[in-house]
């Protein structure tokens, strides 16, 4: 059996205005693994999210975390927020202090830590995401790239189980995104949960261990991602396009260039060794 | 009667064209260690009171309600940000703290007078703008006076059927005028005139300042109801 | 605009304990205000430019700039103040005056010299501020109120203005920038009308941003506190060897000057 | 000899801060074409913008419009900024009516356009970008695509002979991207030269007709697509990525699947057929 860390039974839920932003979604993330959510804008990604750490409470179904699952008091909403930390899409709505310092000190300080393990932790995310040089600058003068790793450091030293991040490279041009994306590689590897959603395919093709594909409100396919996006019909629907790495691969299939039944490449240099071969 | 108002009239034309126009309102706040010790710590004084209530209303409602706090520090933040936008005026256009009656009218005076306080400090410390040992006297006129006249004057404008527009433009301009009043009067108080006392010096005061300021209050007004009557569609 | 806040973050005194320098600026101010001797006004003006210029490593040409700021305000009030009213008519001490229908409006000789002082006691003080404002972040400023047991509302309410002012300033700069290239501030009608809009239109991105900020801090535990930490910072006893013998030799100054022995 | 619309002369800004953005630029910008403007963040393209219909006024250099330089004083400038239009890359931070009509309105009102003529532009603007139906709604209620339809229409209101437009296709989908692609490829064959910053290479290579690539304040290559993209070295200083039409393209000729010297594919459709030849 599977080991699943988060699970969505039947998620509903309706915003104030009417929108209705999730249908009976039901979902279930791998423990362990790098899972990416796709979806074009306004798909229900980030109000799911907001749901996995009980900001927001479903108007029906359920949210399990650990198998057991979530109750919307107090304190094990707290613990809850604990263990599922998200890194929202706009660095400047979620960045509420001036000093990176504090910033970051902030969520540890509410788990009621000591002031010294607090400092640790501190230290530590800002290592992690290659911050130290930006202690003394103020949150106003930097980049979004950097804005954007603060509020990933902001998370990792509240040490959660999951981090969820809503579209972790937007607006990143292709070296800070390739570093982002590093960055949560070894995030996973420490053996956090990282879940991330997106609508750039060419991302989540390389990057995910797992992938699901929400369309309106629903979880409308899921699966490895050369499972996922070799179903043409699942990507059409949800407004998306095919990994140019599939598509490549597909052609070369299709004109003999390439066995047929070959595992498909994940990257560049994968692609690369598959033509070698042939 | 007619050649004092003149002759002052002109003082004050001449210094106006000499020093006001090309720059902002730096005529607005008390400058840093322009009070007499006595009567900067007298100005400290009597704001305490007003901070106190003011702080404790609000951590009453910040108990009820967590996120009155991120929206009283997005409120201070758009004042500030007001402040330092230049309003277009008959006189050229002058950098202004337009939203102190607005916010008035919103959060009520209370509020107002701790928000006041902060964005005071920063116009002292990020813009050099009014001072640190003036804060008293500065926050007493913008922070406790303005406001609580613009509240006022909103309320019983509209209970006695005044129509939203003029309610406001008065609540916006007649806050402003006060402020400005207090400001004068703070000064004459600390800088009586050695021959013609407090009085003389109040009407220096508020002729120098009048030139700048009756334009800059009407059409702070005006902006306060553009400001309403957008606020109003969305 | 806020390129005080700029100098605060990156000139040569950062790293010195933010209460030190607070020390310095105050006592120096208290002095200046306190004694109220023209020649004390002037060593600390000469004091505080040295610091600013000197240690801090401000730019010469920024420092004049700043201080030709206040000079507007100093002027019209130091004027205003040396100017008297006077229904008595002119006397002794007239250097200049109108009589116009028994009203005399004029300067005086004591009123020149009480504007002269009052207008290099300011500035003194201006010195001390800039001092201050140059060399210390508000976030430090803050931290310092913190260990003086100011309210905390009050000072996670600066906190929090004091990182919004940033973002909204931003945005009110993007939507000022939008309107001009749109002929937003073509005429004074058409400045008014877009001003106005603007204002609302940042009014409602405030209201929505304090939605999104309070959501991105529940997720983090948010509960009615912002409790932070704030790093931590070396007394040095360096510094405070040096600020006792510059206040000391001031006071020393300022009390040989009121007992007539200098000056 | 070649019509240049825009044109600027060793353009040099720095910000009050002290950054440089922008170091002795030189650019021409062709009549009538499609031109992409491309870089990492910060590499200068949004200040260029800026100078190019008067919003900053460079420290040095010059800007020409037309084959004239630009004057600086008030009525210059606003003939400037009639004639150069610029949709700004947060649209969030741009729109600041209550609705999208008075919102399209702000434009053409300013110009001093008789009612009629006014409402004509509203509409056709609204037509022009598929926004009929959001006539009367409030601006902040909008989704993400539908806010930056909005502040094209805003300027296309204004019928300006240039629009220039900053990183279209951040943050949308691909979907709501290529029809933003279709929109501007509409405008331009309406005679109207459109610009585009971005740092989405791809993007850049199938659409544009021309592209500079800037680094660091200063214009380091251009020319067309298939000869800028294919220069691996100016990539490189540029921190960008190769499209990866030419990096398949690259892969097919080395293993001789592709003869070399065959034009660049410029699409899917041209790679596929490019095979299908062979």
């Given at each position: 059996m599977a080991d699943y860390i988060l699970e969505a039974n039947n998620l509903s839920y309706t915003y104030?205005?009417?929108?209705?932003?999730?249908?009976?979604l039901c979902l279930k993330i791998p423990r362990g693994q790098k899972t990416a959510i796709l979806g074009s804008n306004g798909a229900g990604k980030s109000t799911l999210f907001l749901h996995l750490n009980g900001i927001l409470k479903p108007k029906s179904g359920t949210v399990k975390f650990n198998g057991k699952d979530v109750a919307y008091g107090r304190k094990s909403l707290l613990e809850l927020r604990k263990n599922v930390g998200i890194v929202f899409q706009d660095p400047d709505s979620q960045l509420?202090?001036?000093?990176v310092y504090q910033e970051i000190s902030f969520g540890p300080l509410n788990l009621g830590l000591a002031e010294k393990t607090v400092r640790g932790r501190v230290e530590q995310a800002m290592t992690a995401t290659g911050i130290n040089e930006l202690k003394d600058k103020p949150t106003h003068m930097l980049s979004y790239g950097q804005k954007k790793r603060v509020t990933i450091a902001d998370i990792l030293a509240m040490e959660p189980q999951v981090l969820i991040c809503d579209?972790?490279?937007?607006?990143?041009?292709p070296k800070h995104a390739k570093q982002t994306l590093q960055l949560f590689d070894e995030i996973s590897q420490n053996g956090t949960t990282v879940i991330l959603s997106t609508h750039d395919v060419d991302l989540a093709y390389s990057w995910a261990d797992y992938v699901f594909i929400v369309s309106d409100g629903r979880v409308i396919g899921e699966g490895t991602p050369d499972k996922v996006f070799s179903d043409d019909n699942l990507i059409r629907i949800a407004d998306l396009e095919k990994p140019w790495l599939v598509d490549v691969y597909d052609l070369l299939v299709k004109k003999g260039f390439l066995a047929v039944n070959t595992d498909l490449p994940r990257n560049k240099e994968d692609l690369y060794n598959l033509m070698l071969k042939k | 009667m007619k050649t004092r108002k003149m002759v002052a009239l002109t003082f004050v034309y001449i210094l106006s064209v000499m020093l006001l126009i090309p720059q902002n309102a730096y005529a607005m706040h008390i400058m840093e260690g322009f009070l007499p010790m006595n009567w900067a710590g007298i100005w400290f004084a009597l704001i305490i009171p007003f901070i106190f209530l003011g702080l404790r209303s609000i951590q009453k409602t910040i108990n009820i309600n967590p996120s009155l706090k991120m929206l009283l520090g997005l409120a201070g933040a758009f004042a500030f940000v007001l402040s330092s936008l230049k309003i277009p005026s008959v006189t050229g256009s002058c950098s202004h703290p337009t939203g102190v009656g607005l916010g008035a009218i919103m959060f009520g005076p209370m509020t107002m007078s701790v928000l006041g306080c902060i964005i005071l400090i920063f116009q002292a410390v990020l813009l050099a703008h009014g001072g640190i040992t003036t804060l008293g006297a500065n926050t007493f006129s913008m922070g406790v006076v303005g406001p609580i006249v613009s509240y006022a004057v909103f309320r019983i404008a509209r209970k006695s059927g005044a129509p939203l527009g003029w309610s406001v433009f008065l609540a916006a301009a007649l806050g402003d005028l006060l402020t400005y009043l207090t400001t004068s009067l703070q000064l004459a108080l600390a800088f009586p005139d050695p021959s013609g006392g407090i009085l003389a010096s109040l009407i220096k005061f508020m002729g120098v300042f009048a030139v700048t300021q009756v334009p800059l209050a009407i059409s702070e007004g005006i902006l306060t109801v553009v400001v309403f009557n957008v606020l109003m569609n969305y | 605009m806020l390129n005080i806040d700029g100098f605060a973050y990156t000139n040569?005194?950062?790293?010195?304990?933010p209460l030190e320098k607070a020390a310095f600026a105050f006592i120096t101010m208290f002095m200046c205000i306190g004694f109220s001797l023209p020649v004390i006004s002037g060593l600390v003006i000469v004091l505080m430019a040295f610091a600013i210029v000197g240690?801090?490593?401000?730019?010469i040409k920024v420092y004049f700039r700043l201080m030709s700021l206040p000079f507007s305000f100093l002027l019209i009030g130091v004027v205003t103040i040396a100017v008297s009213i006077t229904t008595k008519g002119s006397g002794a001490g007239w250097l200049a005056g109108i009589t116009i229908s028994g009203i005399t409006v004029g300067i005086t000789y004591s009123g020149i010299i009480y504007a002269i002082g009052l207008f290099l006691k300011s500035l003194g003080a201006v010195s001390c501020l800039y001092f201050l404002s140059l060399t210390t972040p508000a976030v430090e400023m803050t931290a310092v109120m913190r260990k003086l047991k100011f309210p905390s509302l009050f000072i996670e309410l600066t906190d929090l203005i004091y990182r919004f002012i940033f973002v909204m300033l931003a945005t009110a700069e993007e939507i000022h920038t939008s309107q001009s290239s749109r002929?937003?501030?073509?005429?004074m009608k058409n400045s008014m009308k877009s001003l106005g809009q603007l204002t609302a239109a940042l009014f409602v991105k405030a209201l929505h941003r304090s939605q999104t900020l309070y959501t991105a801090l529940s997720s983090r535990g948010y509960t009615g506190q912002l409790n932070v930490l704030t790093p931590e910072y070396t007394v040095s006893v360096n510094n405070i060897i040096i600020i006792a013998v510059i206040e000391s030799a001031l006071t020393i100054t300022a009390i040989l000057l009121e007992m007539g022995y200098i000056g």
């Open positions: 104030p205005d009417g929108t209705q932003a999730l249908k009976e509420f202090s001036a000093s579209e972790p490279t937007a607006w990143l041009d | - | 040569s005194l950062r790293q010195v304990h240690p801090a490593r401000i730019p002929w937003g501030y073509a005429s």
